[in-house]
């Protein structure tokens, strides 16, 4: 094994191919764009949208004469990003010219970083559901220089070319070959995304663009050297990942047990048939002659600045999950799916303060977020505060309410937006804890079934009947465990 | 009265417009008119600001009536073509431009106009300064306005800033602004009897001024003496933010360094200097200025720069290089001239190959080879290891030596026609000028004499980064000593 190759997939991650089993070995390219006022090296506004060719400076532009300046916001953030990854800081780092030609590289090259990246090699623990969480190496971030945007469906004959994202900010997210099957893959992006956005570094919309990953995908038999490898460009969702990886890992099985060979190639991943077509091979592939960019002076950071940047981090998922465990008691899987999200974590903390925070977690991850889902919204815009929800496990906590009185006052919250203290106030739900009111109630229930009390001292499963008969006697609202515990003495079980 | 304006120097107009002898006006309409005279034969000027330079003489007049007047104020100047002047024509005279017209100015011509100086227009040059002699221009080569004797053959002004030279020097400007990546302003300067100083790399932004070879690049004055190149110089100078390489430096009086002592310097003598074929004449030039150099008190001591033949072999890997790279945005998409193809490529190839000229496209080609996967390492990482050793020759002189001296170009100027047929003895006139491009340091060339066809001689002073004040102490004694006066006869 190299040193490149570290990890065997599962059996259960194999793909049983005609002529046997099959690993798939996934590495990533991840785009991120930086969240930053201005551009890489120009003034001009880095906001998404705005009309076309709006926020071009003479810089974006490559008009004669014109000359980079590294904006300092990028930078921070491209190191705030490597400590987030618990990655390597290169003090040192230089910027080179990745020269081709295209309508929408104003300069003829894309200023990159080629030898020397600002951060070199981290690594990030990613949850994978149902299994084991992996380590994925990073071997670099780089920063580099966006390109505008090419659109040629406006005009039979003409191509137009909008240079807002012209000079925009990018990281190059550069993994490792650690990641084994579809769904690791998008669990490993799931993960950069709440890291970076946990950050403030990226925002993280693949929608927009902000994120997007090249995927190199190649298969193996399993215990030998790696295969041929392609390049899937541009995969813009979490879904098209899998779907991609999916898709490629069983394109080049296919070819390989028909005795063919793998060709190192770029593919483009069509969202609509969920397939792979060939772009470019490696030998069409352009000579970007690479070289340092005589503009830019190497970029030289002080050890003090990348401290200070440290010290400012943020808590990021692995120890925020670490704390829901160690410090509220919750299962790894809640705390993972909360912890990983940083409105969710927010949300749940304030849900959980000075009340069960199991039960909260309970109410976040499986009613509030089922609702959600089910109405197809997102946790900003739910109906329900982490106030109210709040109210609603306090009220659960004192017993003021019982645990299924508690969902119907949720239903109704959901559908109000009310605070659940006046739901329950208003319908007259507050639990009965009176004890002489319960035995009074059982006392009638008996003397109206006196003939199935014999039946349940020989049959201790019909005892649920008579929990529900007297739940329904009142009105649903008796405190279930004192139900149980008045039943089962006057009954004798 | 104007043909007597022409002839003064920068710091003598400036001292008649303090006195109030003559307007900022007056010496404008006098500059304009010589250059309708002078234009159609030496071609000089590709642009002329006649009413943008009159509408700064009048403000700069009327500063100076309420007592306001700025350090260049009313002073009229020619400007290379590669400078971005904002409404007015730039091209670096190469068709790929086309009527390229900036919305901007460049830092080195705002601070000069800043400082009150007048635009009179654009001057002529190599396309995108590469070149020797001029005649790459896309606007015809400038005619120098010397000649050899009575011979009428129409000489080479030198280049790059062939037309920055010869106005000068034929009187069409006081001073001009230039570029050196690698003896454009030193060698026209030479061939053409005036002052060009190089500074430190870092010492003049380049912001907006179009880039051939970014590590390389600098702009400097060409003057009609080392006094006044030192005044434009410090006009020209200075931090700025827009321009990552430019040094966040104070810039210090160049003018007061002119006429200090130079008792007790030591000057260096690099024996690599002396090249197979060089003339004579030049040789003899050089042995003077030694002993003139000695007689004001300097120590003349022998030194050796190893590595000088590497430089030019470098520096035609270095520069290419990155102007392949610069001159990819010439591409006909956004500004300049583009010539419609068939497609994508046809159109790049057909806006580039028409747009830009011969030897253009000779670097750019010779660039992108040495970049090419496969080649990085054996040119282009090699040139720049040759750069450093180049580099530290220099450091570990000044160890020795307060400021070297050497001639500034192998001859004297030739004829139009003469090299333009061979480009490597067309790279050779570089052969004295690219060390101090490759090494970042300062030089000056000043005139020192005539040789025996009546044209002028350059001496090339090299000082230490950032110590242009000893540079123009060494060239004023040397100038004090030639007591070098000739002008070339007016034929035009």
């Not at chain 1, 505008?148 to 070319?161: A, C, M, N, Y």
């Not at chain 1, 193996?220 to 490629?248: D, H, L, W």
């Not at chain 2, 827009?242 to 030591?266: H, I, M, N, Q, Y």
Request: with cysteine; net charge negative; aromatic share 8%.
């Amino acid at each position: 094994m190299t040193a490149l190759d570290v990890r065997t997939a599962r059996k259960d991650q194999l793909i049983e191919g005609a002529t046997g089993p099959w690993e798939v070995v996934i590495g990533m390219e991840v785009h991120a764009q930086v969240l930053s006022q201005s551009k890489l090296f120009s003034g001009a506004s880095a906001a998404y949208g705005g009309a076309p060719n709006a926020h071009v400076s003479l810089v974006d532009a490559a008009m004669p004469g014109m000359l980079p300046v590294i904006n300092r916001k990028c930078v921070e953030q491209a190191v705030r990003t490597g400590l987030g990854l618990n990655a390597q800081i290169n003090l040192f780092s230089r910027f080179d010219r990745k020269n081709y030609f295209y309508p929408d590289l104003p300069q003829g090259y894309q200023i990159s970083q080629y030898k020397e990246p600002i951060v070199g090699e981290g690594e990030i623990e990613v949850e994978v559901e149902g299994a084991d969480p992996i380590i994925v190496r990073i071997e670099r971030i780089h920063l580099e220089q966006d390109a505008g945007k090419s659109i040629h469906d406006l005009s039979p004959t003409e191509t137009f070319v909008d240079l807002n994202r012209a000079g925009v900010a990018l990281m190059e997210i550069v993994s490792r070959p650690d990641i084994r099957s579809a769904k690791e893959a998008a669990a490993y992006l799931t993960k950069l995304r709440a890291i970076v956005r946990a950050l403030g570094t990226c925002d993280g919309n693949m929608d927009e663009g902000s994120m997007r990953a090249d995927v190199n995908v190649s298969v193996r038999r399993p215990g030998e050297e790696f295969g041929t490898r392609c390049e899937i460009k541009n995969v813009n969702s979490m879904r098209f990942v899998a779907q991609a990886v999916e898709y490629e890992a069983r394109r080049q099985i296919a070819i390989l047990e028909e005795g063919g060979t793998i060709r190192q190639e770029t593919r483009l991943f069509n969202a609509t048939t969920g397939e792979t077509r060939a772009l470019r091979s490696k030998e069409d592939a352009p000579d970007y002659r690479y070289f340092p960019d005589p503009d830019l002076l190497p970029l030289v950071l002080d050890p003090a600045w990348v401290e200070a940047i440290r010290a400012t981090l943020p808590e990021l998922p692995d120890a925020k999950k670490k704390r829901f465990v160690e410090g509220y008691g919750l299962s790894a899987y809640d705390a993972g799916v909360l912890a990983g999200d940083a409105e969710a974590a927010a949300y749940y903390e304030e849900v959980a303060k000075g009340r069960d925070p199991k039960l909260a977690a309970n109410w976040v991850t499986q009613e509030l977020f089922g609702a959600l889902n089910k109405l197809g919204r997102d946790l900003k815009d739910s109906p329900i505060s982490a106030a109210q929800l709040g109210g609603l496990v306090a009220l659960i906590s004192d017993g003021t309410i019982s645990g299924k009185i508690a969902k119907d006052v949720f239903a109704k919250m959901l559908e109000t937006g009310e605070d659940p203290d006046v739901i329950v106030k208003r319908e007259g739900l507050v639990q009965i804890s009176d004890v002489g009111a319960i035995e009074a109630a059982i006392d009638a229930l008996i003397a109206a079934n006196a003939d199935k009390v014999a039946e349940v001292r020989e049959k201790p499963k019909a005892f649920g009947w008579w929990v529900g008969q007297a739940m329904k006697a009142t009105g649903g609202k008796a405190n279930p465990a004192l139900v149980n515990e008045v039943l089962k003495k006057k009954l004798g079980v | 009265m104007s043909a007597d304006l022409t002839k003064l120097t920068l710091k003598d107009a400036l001292d008649g417009l303090d006195r109030k002898a003559f307007s900022s006006r007056e010496l404008t309409d006098a500059f304009l008119a010589a250059i309708d005279a002078a234009n159609p034969a030496l071609n000089a000027y590709v642009v002329v600001t006649a009413n943008k330079a009159r509408a700064m003489a009048d403000a700069a007049d009327a500063r100076r009536a309420k007592g306001e007047a700025r350090p260049l104020d009313g002073a009229p100047l020619g400007i290379k073509d590669l400078f971005c002047t904002e409404g007015v024509r730039s091209t670096a005279c190469s068709a790929v431009l086309g009527n390229f017209t900036p919305t901007y100015e460049s830092t080195v011509t705002a601070r000069l106009f800043g400082d009150g100086a007048v635009m009179l227009g654009k001057l002529n040059m190599d396309e995108f300064a590469m070149g020797s002699s001029n005649e790459t221009s896309a606007f015809g080569p400038v005619v120098s306005p010397w000649r050899r004797g009575n011979d009428v053959a129409k000489l080479t002004p030198g280049g790059s800033s062939g037309g920055s030279a010869a106005a000068v020097a034929a009187d069409l400007c006081l001073g001009a602004t230039a570029t050196d990546t690698g003896g454009s302003i030193r060698q026209p300067a030479a061939f053409t009897g005036t002052v060009g100083i190089k500074p430190t790399y870092g010492r003049c932004s380049r912001w907006g001024i179009v880039a051939f070879a970014s590590s390389l690049d600098q702009a400097g004055p060409i003057a009609k003496t080392v006094e006044d190149s030192a005044i434009l110089l410090r006009s020209m100078a200075g931090h700025d933010p827009k321009d990552s390489t430019s040094l966040p430096l104070e810039t210090p009086d160049f003018a007061k360094a002119c006429g200090r002592s130079v008792k007790g310097l030591r000057i260096g003598i690099p024996k690599e200097y002396r090249v197979d074929g060089m003339p004579a004449e030049i040789e003899a030039l050089w042995r003077q200025g030694m002993a003139w150099l000695k007689d004001a008190g300097c120590e003349i001591v022998d030194i050796s720069l190893p590595h000088t033949k590497y430089a030019l072999p470098a520096y035609y890997i270095v520069a290419p290089a990155e102007a392949s790279s610069n001159l990819a945005r010439y591409d006909g998409m956004r500004f300049g001239a583009r010539a419609d193809g068939r497609d994508l490529t046809e159109t790049y190839e057909k806006s580039r190959a028409q747009g830009f000229g011969r030897e253009v496209q000779r670097r750019i080609l010779i660039g992108t080879y040495v970049l090419s996967a496969g080649y990085y390492d054996a040119y282009y990482l090699r040139a720049q290891k040759v750069r450093q050793r180049i580099a530290q020759d220099f450091r570990d002189a000044y160890e020795k030596v307060d400021a070297i001296l050497t001639p500034t170009a192998p001859s004297a100027a030739f004829g139009l026609g003469e090299k333009s047929g061979d480009p490597v003895q067309m790279y050779l006139n570089d052969i004295f000028t690219v060390t101090a491009n490759l090494a970042g340091l300062p030089g000056i060339s000043l005139p020192a004499a005539l040789d025996s066809a009546g044209l002028p001689l350059g001496l090339q002073v090299i000082g230490r980064a950032l110590d242009e004040e000893t540079v123009f102490a060494v060239a004023g004694a040397v100038e004090k000593a030639a007591g070098y006066t000739a002008k070339p006869a007016r034929w035009w």
